[in-house]
Every structure is written in C-alpha cells, then in structure tokens.
C-alpha cells in the first residue's frame, strides 16, 4: 500500500505491471498478488485490468471508479492515473536515451479559440433582388483598368 500512496500524485490511481512492481518490493510477483489480493479484500484498493493478460493493473485509491452507461455495445470508465513504466519491460530498452522528439501539438490556453485557417468553404450566396443590383465597378481584365 506504501508503494502506491507514495505514487499516487494528484490522481486516485496507479497504473503499474505486477513486473514492476515487484521490482519495487523487491519481492517475487507472487508476493504482488497475494499482497495487492488482500488490499482488494480488506477494501483498501479497486483493482482494474487493464488489457487482456492481467499483469499490467490500476490499482485504485480512496474513491471507486465509476463506470459510464452503455454506449455502443461497450460499457466504460474513464479516470486519470499515474502511470509507472519500467524500462525492462520496454521492446525498444536500447533505444529509450536516444529517442527523437514527439511532434508537438499546438494547444489552447484557457479562453483561447481557435482561428479558422484554410481555405474553407465558398460564402453562401443568393441571387439579388429585382431593381436592387449593387452598382461595382468593374475590371477590364484584358487592361486591368477599372470601367464604370
């Protein structure tokens, strides 16, 4: 439990593989179940799967998720969480110091909009009315001078 209060941060949850953390007990992943089993049972932790396997989990503190109607078939939670990765776990470990950077996504701060850019769409139009056609000077486009 002290492991995952001490990583919690802001969040109500920790994502983290039964791998990881038993690398920081330092204990078997065995020891791992049978420890974060009894912080289920005795109400401390909500445990949710995250994937197929069941080896990478969030452990949830203080607060149960809640789940969403269904929608489309599929029933959800969304919660934010502090998410712990170790580097042996990683398919591209040689990789991890000399990675270029991600492309950057422009963001919006609070009460910003964003500018529409593009060339967007003709403006609507309609056709005047009887006896009501603006009077524009035209462009001789064989001379480029104006015309009245």
């Known amino acids: 439990m002290h492991i995952l209060t001490a990583r919690v941060g802001e969040h109500n949850a920790v994502v983290v593989s039964q791998k990881t953390l038993a690398e920081l007990m330092k204990c078997s992943r065995r020891t791992v179940q049978r420890a974060v089993d009894v912080l289920v049972q005795d109400r401390w932790i909500e445990l949710r799967q995250i994937g197929e396997n069941g080896t990478v989990n969030a452990h949830i503190i203080n607060d149960r998720v ?3 109607g269904k929608r489309d078939g599929i029933r959800y939670s969304l919660f934010s969480a502090a998410v712990i990765v170790s580097d042996e776990e990683q398919p591209d470990r040689e990789q991890l110091d000399n990675q270029q950077p991600l492309r950057r996504l422009p963001s919006l701060f609070r009460d910003e909009r964003q500018m529409p850019a ?11 009315l009887g006896g009501m056609e603006p009077e524009l000077p035209a462009l001789d486009l064989n001379k480029g001078n104006k015309r009245d």
Do not use: V
Not at 118 to 128: C, H, I, T
């Open 66 to 68: 809640a789940w969403s």
């Open 118 to 128: 593009g060339d967007g769409l003709p403006p609507p139009s309609q056709p005047f």
